[in-house]
């Protein structure tokens, strides 16, 4: 039996993150590991904080979750000044440590300057013969510069203190966008090279890898489906519903903070009122589907200007355990999803409810939802939102009848044959 360490999960507040790591903790008991263990995204600093976010792995998948390497400041009130210093501190720290592991002196560095939880997520490294490194965006701005090094540099502190450990990494499931930084490419290039294999779970992040990467470096990445296709593809037959008319409608939120500009955020509410108007008048209820629980992604502030503009429509908020079961059995009932978040979309999509998708930001990993069958008419961005398109998809193209078994089921089996190859 495999002693494999899951690095950097992230909470099971988001049911897109959830649901990936229900598929590497189920594929890798099938192939690897009875009992794999979860190291989180949050460090030792935040993580008792942040313990509550991670139960139903511990409870109901029976692993056992820890935290990771580095210090993390996502749960920090502080200024922003102060909070960067904070941030950059952190950085540094782990840096100097895997420098000081190549001269043979990470030990002492470790003893000095890092906390016994610190040590013990290092030892819990050091005994895994695999690391299974849970990759996730890799998100490039439109300058580079300072603020997208510190946000790659941070994505990848857990799995460079591996890479100094000569540990056998994997990993699977990410997306990246196109990097504008010389430093967050150098540091990216460097963790590339040292995994076993590098999966992307779309082809625009495989083809922009391949085409700006050293060809060392891009040899090493391949193409492995979204993990999430993998376990709606189980869960499908239980849930879809054909002939339905409900006379429902979903929307999946997101608040000022994921699309990142007031004016974007305000023409985005506006157009999509119009939109809940309009489905008002030919009597449709609304379920806003709450798709991400986490409180750091909040989008109270979209449904209040949603119901308060909209006194005559029904708009209700589905009330959840936050389970994937019951998100599906909500997806499957509605007659077509408005979706903002992009798991959601997929979630709709996996049990053959039409969907019209509004990608938050600019990046690769909206590409899949084309990949699993949406029409690329029916994914826009916030500020291009159109009334017009969305209503001639309400009127026409969301009564038209779709079948996504048998793509998940190709997909589903690609995700299987990667864990029985790199497990083996």
Not at 181 to 195: A, D, E, G, V
Not at 245 to 265: A, N, P, R
Not at 386 to 397: G, H, K, M
Request: aromatic share 10%.
């Amino acid at each position: 039996m495999k002693n494999i360490l899951i690095l950097d999960v992230a909470q099971q507040g988001n049911s897109g993150d959830d649901i990936m790591q229900q598929t590497l903790v189920d594929l890798t008991k099938k192939y690897g590991c009875v009992e794999p263990k979860l190291m989180t995204y949050f460090g030792s600093n935040e993580f008792e904080i942040a313990k509550s976010e991670f139960t139903f792995y511990e409870h109901e998948l029976d692993v056992s979750v820890i935290h990771g390497v580095a210090s993390t400041h996502v749960l920090s009130s502080q200024t922003s000044v102060f909070l960067l210093f904070k941030r950059l501190l952190s950085v540094l720290n782990v840096f100097l440590f895997c420098l000081l592991v190549k001269v043979g002196l990470g030990k002492v560095y470790s003893k000095i300057f890092m906390n016994d939880m610190q040590r013990h997520a290092i030892n819990e490294i050091l005994n895994a013969h695999l690391i299974i490194w849970n990759g996730r965006n890799f998100r490039g701005s439109d300058r580079g510069g300072m603020r997208e090094t510190l946000k790659v540099a941070e994505l990848c502190l857990n799995p460079l203190v591996c890479m100094v450990l000569n540990k056998k990494m994997v990993n699977l499931g990410s997306s990246v966008w196109k990097l504008k930084s010389f430093f967050s490419k150098w540091i990216l290039s460097k963790l590339i090279h040292s995994c076993e294999t590098f999966y992307v779970r779309e082809n625009t992040s495989l083809e922009y890898l391949v085409r700006e990467f050293p060809s060392h470096i891009a040899g090493k990445v391949k193409y492995m489906p979204d993990l999430s296709l993998y376990t709606l593809s189980k869960s499908r037959p239980k849930f879809v519903i054909t002939d339905k008319d409900s006379k429902t409608v979903g929307l999946t939120l997101v608040g000022c903070l994921e699309i990142g500009d007031k004016d974007k955020f305000q023409y985005y509410l506006n157009t999509l009122s119009k939109v809940v108007s309009y489905l008002g008048k030919l009597n449709y209820k609304i379920v806003v589907v709450p798709q991400v629980t986490y409180s750091r992604e909040p989008y109270s502030d979209a449904l209040n200007f949603l119901q308060i503009n909209n006194p005559e429509v029904d708009i209700k908020e589905l009330e959840t355990d936050g389970k994937i079961e019951t998100l599906l059995a909500c997806y499957s009932n509605l007659d077509f999803l408005i979706a903002s978040r992009m798991h959601s979309a997929i979630f709709a999509l996996s049990v053959d409810t039409p969907v019209y998708a509004i990608a938050y930001d600019v990046g690769a990993k909206w590409s899949i939802l084309n990949e699993i069958g949406l029409m690329e008419e029916h994914l826009t961005s916030p500020e291009t939102l159109n009334f017009s398109r969305v209503i001639e998809f309400i009127d026409l193209n969301s009564k038209l009848p779709i079948d996504n078994k048998n793509k998940l089921e190709e997909k589903s089996l690609l995700i299987e044959n990667v864990f029985a190859e790199e497990l083996a």
